[in-house]
């Protein structure tokens, strides 16, 4: 037998091999196998056949898929969905586009999905039909929650409840959980309900002076929206009402921090120093932090 006739067999032989694989087994794997088989001139097809022979004589193909199964059912063991929590975080790993798309939008339509950081990996996830079904959850969300700041705003203007605290305490929560979502409210909007809790905590802070995060939550809106001089007045009020506080110092630090006020930033520091009361690690890192700052400082002066 010739080389050609030789050749001409051990393509037929390969390609046989190929197509019968090819329908019983994955494509990569078949295609795998059937490039090693025509790499091997008839050893290959050999090598082959007795590795798929031992395989099944001894069992273990049929060993390595019920355990393949069996880790893909465990994967999402107790995840159903009618339960209260959903390791969607872990549904998003899976390759499987259609198990993916099947717990995650099951989950939305139960409106079983709270977490702001799981919605945002679903809208930007390449599937469009999981991206679609987060959106319309986010804008649900939006949409609800300003309809109870709205209605709660109509019965707190129109008078009924105006003096009850707990109502205005309730409404300023709302507020904040919406401005916390500040991605998805246009720049109008979002400076209107800023000055608006801004308002709110002025007002909760006079009615309330033994709450100190009324104080510490106005300065930090202040400044973010750089009204320094208005969050160094509320820094004095907090520092008068708990002078003994850690909070009325490190509220300053954060204010001369970003109003870039560093002699007065630096005094505030020594201050807490000098404070006797027990610092938090917070308040320590800060201390050791603004201490290397200033020797630096000092270093490229004497430099």
């Known amino acids: 037998m010739d080389f050609y006739a030789l050749l001409f067999l051990h393509a037929a032989l390969t390609l046989a091999y190929g197509a019968v694989n090819l329908w019983r087994r994955p494509r990569l794997h ?62 998003f790993l899976v390759e499987n586009v259609q198990k993916k798309r099947q717990y995650f939008t099951g989950a939305i339509k139960q409106a079983v999905v709270d977490n702001e950081g799981i919605l945002q990996m679903a809208m930007h996830d390449r599937d469009r039909e999981i991206a679609y079904y987060a959106v319309a959850l986010l804008t649900a969300r939006m949409e609800k929650m300003e309809n109870e700041l709205f209605s709660q705003a109509n019965r707190i203007i129109s008078g009924v409840g105006q003096e009850n605290l707990p109502q205005l305490e309730e409404y300023a929560q709302l507020l904040k959980s919406y401005l916390e979502q500040r991605k ?89 120093k000098a404070c006797p009361i027990e610092l938090s690690q917070e308040a320590l890192q800060a201390i050791r932090y603004w201490d290397k700052q200033l020797h630096r400082y000092g270093e490229a002066e004497d430099g």
């Open 30 to 91: 078949a295609v795998t196998e059937t490039i090693l088989v025509f790499a091997i001139p008839f050893f290959g097809v050999l090598l082959m056949v007795s590795y798929h022979l031992g395989c099944w004589l001894l069992k273990l193909k049929g060993r390595r898929e019920i355990e393949a199964e069996k880790e893909g059912e465990a994967f999402f063991q107790g995840t159903l969905l009618d339960e209260d929590i959903i390791p969607l975080h872990d549904a």
């Open 184 to 272: 998805f409210i246009d720049h109008v909007t979002f400076e209107k309900k800023q000055g608006d809790y801004i308002g709110l905590l002025d007002y909760l802070k006079k009615m309330r002076p033994d709450k100190l995060e009324y104080y510490t939550e106005e300065i930090r809106q202040l400044l973010a929206t750089k009204n320094y001089t208005a969050a160094e007045l509320v820094c004095a009020e907090l520092k008068e009402h708990f002078p003994q506080h850690e909070e009325s110092y490190m509220m300053y630090i954060r204010l001369y921090q970003s109003w870039r006020k560093p002699k007065k930033l630096q005094q505030k520091i020594q201050e807490l």
